[in-house]
């Protein structure tokens, strides 16, 4: 008998893009990587596309929580990946879940890596991991255009170099609420 421990939980599902609409106050070069992002900008996603982007993470991870809660969107921004362009490896501190919806994609280039990736290097050795099935250092899932991932924000992630792509990325807090 195989059992999988301690699994986590990415979710992916289907967003209609013309419901999110976001203003951006504008544009620089963020992070080691460059790419140019209006996440140091306020972004304003206005009530309605507010109201639809958190209906549709409830939709996909609500009913994971068991206990009365609500979802808190924290930021939104919007990625504009020019030829070369990348994301190094990160997470995002102080949030619960964050999401990539991929507005302008041909091939999504999210990269996911197993947080005991160290441990397991440590353990075993790159060589034994790249060449047997028992553990994955990365997941790189199959997205498209009008798609959206939610993750745990530890999960560190990273975006490989590409071309003319357009992201929104942002954050989510669950507020647990009283039972009544």
């Known amino acids: 008998m195989k059992l999988n421990i301690?699994?986590?939980p990415i979710y992916i599902g289907n967003i209609n893009l013309n419901k999110i609409k976001i203003t951006n106050k504008g544009f620089k070069k963020n992070w080691h990587s460059q790419t140019k992002s209006s996440f140091t900008f306020q972004n304003i996603l206005d009530e309605e596309s507010?109201?639809?982007?958190l209906h549709t993470v409830e939709?996909?991870?609500?009913?994971?929580?068991?206990?009365?809660?609500?979802?808190?969107?924290?930021?939104?921004w919007e990625n504009r990946y020019k030829e070369?362009?990348?994301q190094e490896k990160h997470s995002h501190a102080q949030s619960h879940f964050s999401f990539v919806i991929y507005k302008e994609i041909d091939e999504a280039k999210t990269v996911f890596f197993n947080p005991s990736e160290k441990l397991m290097q440590s353990y075993y050795?790159?060589?034994?991991?790249?060449?047997?099935?028992f553990f994955k250092e990365i997941f790189k899932p199959q997205c498209r255009k009008g798609q959206i991932i939610i993750f745990p924000s530890f999960l560190?992630?990273?975006?490989?170099?590409h071309n003319n792509s357009t992201t929104y990325a942002g954050n989510i807090m669950i507020e647990m609420l009283k039972e009544k």
């Open 6 to 8: 301690f699994s986590i």
């Open 50 to 53: 507010a109201q639809y982007l």
């Open 59 to 76: 939709n996909l991870i609500g009913n994971e929580i068991t206990k009365p809660h609500r979802h808190i969107l924290q930021n939104v």
């Open 84 to 86: 070369g362009d990348f």
């Open 125 to 133: 050795g790159e060589e034994f991991i790249n060449t047997n099935n």
């Open 156 to 161: 560190e992630h990273m975006v490989l170099r």
